[in-house]
């Protein structure tokens, strides 16, 4: 038996590509907006929250069964799941990775990354439905 087994529906994959891409849109418009933006750099930057991601949304379930069947189930998901992956990207980026926790990175990417998760699962689930 997987550990992953029952976690994970492959009917939400496109959810799980939409937050990523939301995740790492974010920090990579930060990046270009600070003129930060390089390989070595963004590796950095992205592997804290990525981390964060796997984790969050293994333990909360964003993509078990259900997931993907409704709006009303996926944003709250999604939701929970980034406020976890956030305070474990950002418990990594102080122990682990470089870049500090500037109280305004912090607030900026926990909103915006936020309402890019809810507002791309309530577009998918209006488009789709």
Same mark, same amino acid.
């Given at each position: 038996?997987?550990?992953?087994?029952?976690?994970?529906?492959? $009917? $939400? #994959?496109? /959810? &799980?590509?939409?937050?990523?891409?939301?995740?790492? *849109?974010? /920090?990579?418009? !930060?990046?270009?907006?600070? !003129?930060? =933006?390089? +390989?070595?750099?963004?590796?950095?930057?992205?592997?804290? =929250?990525?981390?964060? %991601? *796997?984790? &969050? $949304?293994?333990?909360?379930? &964003?993509?078990? @069964?259900? +997931?993907?069947?409704?709006?009303?189930?996926?944003? @709250?998901? *999604? #939701?929970?799941? %980034?406020?976890?992956?956030? /305070?474990? !990207? =950002?418990?990594?980026? %102080?122990?682990?990775?470089?870049?500090?926790?500037?109280?305004? =990175?912090?607030?900026?990417?926990?909103?915006?990354?936020?309402?890019?998760?809810? !507002?791309?699962? %309530?577009?998918?689930?209006?488009?789709? *439905?």
């Amino acid at each position: 038996m997987s550990a992953l087994e029952g976690r994970v529906d492959s $009917a $939400a #994959l496109p /959810l &799980a590509v939409g937050d990523l891409l939301a995740i790492l *849109g974010v /920090l990579t418009y !930060g990046m270009i907006e600070h !003129g930060t =933006f390089a +390989a070595g750099h963004a590796i950095e930057v992205y592997a804290p =929250f990525v981390i964060g %991601w *796997g984790v &969050a $949304a293994v333990l909360i379930g &964003a993509y078990s @069964p259900g +997931a993907a069947e409704s709006a009303k189930a996926a944003i @709250p998901l *999604g #939701l929970r799941t %980034w406020i976890l992956a956030a /305070l474990i !990207g =950002f418990g990594l980026r %102080w122990a682990v990775f470089t870049g500090g926790l500037d109280p305004i =990175f912090v607030a900026i990417t926990l909103v915006l990354t936020g309402v890019l998760i809810g !507002g791309f699962r %309530w577009l998918y689930f209006k488009l789709l *439905g």
